[in-house]
């Protein structure tokens, strides 16, 4: 009888357990949702099938395709990957090409990387003997690249002054919006052939200064004449660093207005609270803007330098199209993708110009990595 009871009660005790435990209720599936998130879907796919086929794969297939000797010439570029992975590639070393892009030198003073290593001069070919120098080409384009950096940090500081002056209260404001954001809708080479226009050595800069800068270089053909040569000096760092001045001016003033937008949907989001704050506590308007603006305005600075360090450093289409002749690369203006496209596409030695691909992609990384770095220790 004892037992029949325990087990009876055990019986009531599994019913009332199973009664206590709700039965779990079917997911209702939200339409509306499914159908935002697969239409969001829908429109991502060409984007990421994009990056992935022609960013990363090329990535990938430039980096394997630098430690071989592949050039144009030896068919597709799928058969000679098959034959590196098959050992029939004849790779003796594969660090050639890398150890190439550290020791390609060139005449400084003819500042002229031209097919198969000839040196051109343009004018005045006997300077180069009497100074003896050489230049890396690497090493003279990637200053090249560097020196044009230098419109970054003046822009942003333009642009930040413009933008608080935008900010305010003033008739006109959308109007001057609109004036300084044309550029960055305008076509480049427009904008190239007016700054070429305004720089010649008869154009208006000179007039209005009453100068006489040979900015772009003088003459014509055979007879074009680089500042600092007939007197002994080396024109990459005379004729040189006057050139690249035009086009970091150009570069100022084509990219302020983007920046420019920016910084006013920045100052838009400031905390108006604490700055009023700040105001009634006796801070100055400078006190105000760099203790309570400026920290709220560190996400669109920051991410406005790390876009514009990892673009200027992939620079080309500017200095191409000043100086530019189609037939080499002048070290005397040419970014460093410059090499890239003369040793890769033109010359068709496609190994090399992966080499130097790989180069400013690491030098990228590096950069981009150390911002972050310091992004992180400024939150800490």
Known sequence: MEEITAAAAENAGEVTVAAAVPPKKKRHINQQKLQDN????????????????FVYTALVIALILSFGHYTTAQGSVWEYLGRMFSGKA??????????WVFCENEWSSSIWA??????????YPEIGEQIGTTV?????????????????????????????????????????????????????????????????????????????IPWLKLGEGDSIIEMGAAQGIDPYWSQGLVSKLVIVIMSVWKGLGG??????????????????????????NWTTFWRVTMPDLYPVIFYNIVTSVIG??????????????GAGVDLMTAGYVSLIWFRGIREGNASLGAAYGMVLALIILVLTLFQFWLDSRNKD
Not at 38 to 53: H, R, S
Not at 312 to 325: D, H, N, S
Request: with cysteine; hydrophobic share 50%; aromatic share 16%.
């Open 38 to 53: 697969l239409w969001g879907w829908v429109f991502c796919v060409p984007l990421i099938v994009g990056t992935v086929l």
């Open 90 to 99: 004849n790779i003796s070393d594969p660090f050639y090409w890398y150890k």
């Open 114 to 123: 031209g097919s198969q290593g000839t040196h051109v001069s343009w004018a």
């Open 136 to 212: 890396n080409a690497a090493g003279a384009t990637l200053f090249n690249t560097v020196f044009y950096m230098i419109g970054i940090p003046i822009g942003m500081v333009l642009s930040m002054f413009f933008a608080v002056c935008m900010s305010r209260d003033i008739k006109g404001g959308n109007v001057f919006r609109v004036l300084y954001y044309i550029p960055c809708v305008a076509s480049t080479i427009a904008i190239i052939y007016t700054f070429k226009l305004l720089f010649k050595y008869d154009g208006l800069i000179n007039k209005m200064f009453g100068s006489s």
């Open 259 to 284: 920046t420019i937008i920016l910084y006013v949907a920045g100052l838009s989001g400031v905390n108006a609270a604490t700055k009023e704050a700040a105001q009634i506590d006796g801070a100055s």
């Open 312 to 325: 200027g450093m992939q620079i080309y289409a500017e200095p191409e199209l000043f100086f530019g002749t």
